[in-house]
C-alpha cells in the first residue's frame, strides 16, 4: 500500500471539490464528478509516478473526465428528449386546450375593439396595470379610463357571448 498516494490523495480531496464544481457550476454534477476522479485516479494508481504531481495528475483526470461528460451530454441533447417531456406523457391535454380554445377566442373579440378600448383593456385586465398606472401611460384622466374600462368589458363580454 501506498501510503504517499492514500494521503495526498486525501489531502487533494476539497482542492478537487472545488475544481469538480469550478467545471461543473452544479453541486450534484461536482460530486459525480469528484468520485469519478477518485475512482479512476484508484484504479489507475499504478500509472502514477512517485516523486511526481499528484494533485497535476489529479486535476488532469477530472478534467478529461469533465470533457467526455460534456460531449457525452452533447450526443444524447441531440438524440434525446429532455427530462422534462416525459412529465407530459399521459397527461390530458383536454385542459390546456380548452384554455388555447378560450384565448384565441377572446384575442379574436378583442381585435373587433376599438383601438382606445382595446388598449386600456389590455393595460389593465391582461398586464395588470393599475388605472393610475394606464391613465399615466395613455395620458388620458383617470376617469377616461375607467369608462374605456367598462365599454371595452362589456363589449368583450358581449362578443362572446356572457352576458
Known amino acids: 500500500m501506498n501510503l504517499d498516494f492514500d494521503q495526498g490523495l486525501g489531502a487533494c480531496l476539497p482542492r478537487l471539490r472545488r475544481f469538480a464544481h469550478a467545471l461543473s457550476r452544479d453541486a450534484a454534477d461536482a460530486d459525480d464528478l469528484t468520485q469519478l476522479t477518485l475512482e479512476r485516479a484508484l484504479r489507475s494508481r499504478g500509472q502514477w509516478q512517485a516523486g511526481t504531481r499528484l494533485d497535476s495528475w489529479l486535476f488532469r483526470i477530472m478534467r478529461n473526465l469533465w470533457i467526455d461528460t460534456a460531449r457525452a451530454r452533447q450526443r444524447a441533447a441531440k438524440v434525446e428528449a429532455p427530462p422534462e417531456a416525459g412529465l407530459n406523457v399521459g397527461h390530458d391535454p383536454r385542459a390546456a386546450t380548452d384554455a388555447a380554445i ?51 368589458r362589456t363589449a368583450l363580454m358581449k362578443l362572446l357571448g356572457e352576458e
Open 102 to 152: 378560450d384565448l384565441g377566442r377572446v384575442m379574436t373579440a378583442m381585435e373587433r375593439l376599438p383601438a382606445e378600448q382595446r388598449e386600456v383593456v389590455a393595460l389593465i385586465l391582461i398586464e395588470g396595470f393599475g388605472y393610475r398606472e394606464a391613465a399615466e401611460m395613455l395620458d388620458v384622466p383617470i376617469g377616461t379610463v375607467s369608462s374605456r374600462l367598462l365599454r371595452g
